[in-house]
């Protein structure tokens, strides 16, 4: 089966798309012919990616989105439908960490990692699923959770709580959504090498850090592809609720 093949014309809106995984998962979906809506709220990086979509063929179109404001959420759906017609498909990228132990937390950015990765996320799935059920329209949510969801490590207290938190989210939610035809499903990866942590493990704690991973290396941002693309399309029409892990059986390690 050809999982690209069945998002080709597919509306697919995408948050935190102004780089990192957001920005790959743009390209992914443009390269397998779907209509893209990036979303952020960096408009010069959006506006690189659009171009750089277009120039290869893709249909793309950036909305302006702080995914903590409610009317900012509204405004980037009706903006998104405007230029290119119903959302088929949500994927909830945006997620931020504050790195620090938790005596060390100050209030306010712990306020901020779960504003944006929970509260941020609700919101997103909260417009996408109004505006399905009143279109009756069905539509899909595929909520970027991560294995620090499931088991901790230092120095990331919010953001470990808030993916915890999205993860049993979009359990609720599918629970709720079904009978509208709203599937909701979760991504889980794990530690995917990326420019921002590159340095990291290079450093003798990062090469320990990968030597606990079973299959003893990091993920590349194009080990998602297959799970992700499952997610967004029929090929997995009587999933909801679930939570893909992909993170190399990182969460199988020893304790």
């Known amino acids: ?3 690209g093949a069945l998002v080709s014309n597919k509306h697919v809106f995408i948050t935190g798309a102004s ?14 012919g779907a209509v893209v809506t990036v ?3 960096n408009a010069g990086k959006l506006a690189e990616l ?3 979509l277009q120039a290869k063929g893709g249909r793309a179109h950036a909305v302006s989105l702080d995914v903590t404001s409610e009317e900012s959420v509204a405004q980037a759906f009706a903006a998104a439908e405007a230029a290119q017609g119903p959302v088929d498909v ?3 990228n945006a997620g931020i960490s504050r790195p620090a132990l938790a005596m060390d937390l100050s209030a306010a950015d712990f306020d901020e990692v779960v504003n944006t990765n929970l509260r941020g996320a609700w919101l997103v799935c909260a417009e996408a699923g109004r505006r399905w059920r009143d279109a009756e329209h069905g539509g899909v949510i595929v909520n970027i959770a991560s294995i620090t969801g499931y088991r901790v ?7 470990a709580a808030s993916k915890a938190a999205v993860i049993h989210m979009t359990k609720a939610l599918a629970l709720e959504w079904a009978r509208h035809g709203i599937r909701v499903n979760a991504l889980a990866p794990g ?3 990326t420019d921002l942590n590159r340095d990291f493990f290079e450093t003798e704690p990062g090469k320990a850090m990968i030597r606990r991973v079973p299959m003893r290396r990091l993920g590349k941002e194009a080990d998602l592809d297959g799970a992700i693309l499952l997610l967004s399309t029929d090929a997995s029409s009587w999933m909801t609720g679930e939570v893909i892990t992909v993170d190399g059986g990182h969460l199988e ?3």
């Not at 780089?19 to 397998?32: E, I, N, P, T």
């Not at 490590?153 to 953001?159: H, R």
């Open 19 to 32: 780089g990192g995984l957001g920005a790959h998962f743009a390209r992914l979906y443009a390269s397998c």
């Open 153 to 159: 490590a230092q120095a990331i207290l919010p953001y």
């Open 253 to 255: 390690s020893p304790l």
């Open 50 to 52: 659009v171009a750089e």
């Open 1 to 3: 089966m050809d999982l």
């Open 39 to 41: 979303a952020a709220r």
């Open 191 to 193: 530690y995917i090498l």
């Open 90 to 92: 949500v994927v909830n």
